[in-house]
């Protein structure tokens, strides 16, 4: 069974330009968590979406957007890119029952914002 | 203060010691508790969780959680050099958003 993908793997953008990510979760699985992983800071919390709609977003600025399509993949926009955005970001997914206890990760885009 | 506190080591052992990682965390409305293990330029990988108070094993793994003090642990028996890697605890609420939260990580190496 696949797991979850994201691409790419690698993305360099600069300044001012604007970003997106994609993820395919795993199947079956209709929830999918994005998160930024950046050096020293652990993993934050930014979007959560579930049967094609935003449930919940974190503490990040709205030009963090995103959206999920009827297949339930995903996509992470970041517009405006600023430096501080570089970081590795990780798609998860997890069944609508366990919620993000059973969240399986891919294995990240790293983002870098020259 | 941030809602889960996690030492970030590094914590380095010899293969065949018994490994102690830790998490603080100060939101009691936590009940579920997770450790991810990552590799270096991986995403985490579920390694286990349980729910409220109590110990739960998996193998060479032990997951304990101590809600009276808000205090969680994982430990590894008999340490193999593949064990090498960024420890991640995580937790979330029981109800509303299911988003986890998670500790900085600890890095972990374990020599031959």
């Known amino acids: 069974e696949a797991g979850v993908t994201q691409s790419p793997t690698h993305l360099i953008k600069t300044r001012g330009q604007q970003a997106t990510l994609r993820c395919s979760p795993i199947s079956g699985h209709t929830s999918v968590y994005w998160y930024q992983q950046a050096l020293g800071l652990g993993l934050q919390f930014l979007l959560w979406y579930d049967e094609g709609e935003e449930r919940n977003r974190g503490n990040f600025p709205p030009r963090f957007s995103g959206r999920q399509f009827p297949n339930y993949s995903s996509e992470l926009n970041v517009n405006a890119l600023e430096l501080e955005d570089s970081a590795l970001y990780l798609c998860?997914?997890?069944?609508?029952?366990?919620?993000?206890?059973?969240?399986?990760f891919g294995q990240g885009t790293r983002l870098t914002v020259v | 203060q941030k809602e889960v506190e996690q030492d970030p080591g590094p914590l380095s052992v010899p293969e065949g010691a018994i490994v102690s990682l830790n998490c603080t965390y100060s939101?009691?409305?936590?009940?579920?508790f997770m450790w991810y293990r990552q590799y270096s330029r991986k995403g985490p990988e579920l390694l286990m969780y349980?729910?409220?108070?109590g110990n739960k094993e998996d193998g060479r793994f032990t997951a304990q959680v101590d809600k009276s003090s808000k205090y969680i642990s994982l430990f590894i028996r008999d340490s193999q050099p593949s064990d090498s890697a960024t420890y991640l605890c995580a937790m979330r609420r029981l109800f509303g958003a299911n988003n986890l939260f998670f500790g900085t990580g600890t890095r972990l190496t374990v020599i031959p």
């Open positions: 998860a997914s997890s069944l609508y029952g366990t919620g993000g206890t059973e969240a399986f």
């Open positions: 939101n009691s409305a936590f009940q579920y």
């Open positions: 349980t729910y409220s108070s």
